[in-house]
């Protein structure tokens, strides 16, 4: 009999934050609490992760008082609260500068080396040669190439993946 992986929460972090603008980093944790009142961290536990994504000195700050790397982190901490499976990435760095991508980048690799279950939809092929276990290669809609990270970067079967990874890796 196959094991089948049950998912009972799935965090999410889009690219373009979806922070609420009237919410302070505090306010939005507390939110996440209210909505979802079981499996949550706890307030010492949210004040750690803060730590750990060293956005804990934001705590009081809006949004718009924070550059895109920090709201992107503070996403991540919001999803992450809510105790997840799996969490889900949609290009998470797309509308960062390129300081900041390094950043959340960096918490993403530190997620996986703690064992979350990532699903990311990314443009960034280093990060995905790095960390991914399995990369799944798109080319107009539809599945092109599977395999693990070896498979796909250092052994691209289809044309599609080769040329677009001679395009971004500049190999």
């Known amino acids: 009999e196959r094991d089948q992986l049950r998912l009972n929460k799935i965090g999410f972090v889009l690219q373009s934050?979806?922070?609420?603008?009237?919410?302070?980093?505090?306010?939005?944790?507390?939110?996440?609490?209210?909505?979802k009142?079981?499996?949550?961290?706890?307030?010492?536990?949210f004040q750690r992760?803060?730590?750990?994504l060293g956005i804990a000195d934001l705590r009081n700050h809006f949004p718009d008082e924070m550059s895109g790397g920090q709201n992107q982190r503070v996403a991540i901490a919001r999803a992450l609260a809510m105790k997840p499976d799996v969490m889900l990435f949609d290009e998470?760095?797309?509308a960062l500068d390129?300081?900041?991508?390094?950043?959340?980048?960096?918490?993403?690799?530190?997620l996986a080396?703690?064992?979350m279950t990532m699903i990311v939809v990314?443009?960034?092929m280093g990060f995905a040669k790095q960390v991914a276990d399995r990369v799944v290669f798109f080319h107009d809609g539809n599945i092109r190439e599977?395999?693990?990270?070896?498979q796909i970067f250092d052994h691209p079967q289809h044309a599609d993946t080769q040329n677009f990874l001679d395009k971004v890796l500049n190999v």
């Open 98 to 110: 390129p300081e900041m991508v390094e950043d959340v980048l960096e918490v993403m690799k530190n």
């Open 113 to 115: 080396n703690q064992g």
């Open 146 to 150: 599977q395999g693990t990270s070896e």
């Open 49 to 52: 992760l803060l730590t750990e």
């Open 92 to 94: 998470p760095t797309s």
């Open 122 to 124: 990314t443009h960034e």
């Open 17 to 35: 934050y979806n922070l609420l603008p009237y919410l302070n980093v505090a306010d939005q944790f507390a939110l996440v609490r209210k909505v």
């Open 37 to 45: 009142k079981t499996g949550n961290l706890s307030t010492v536990e």
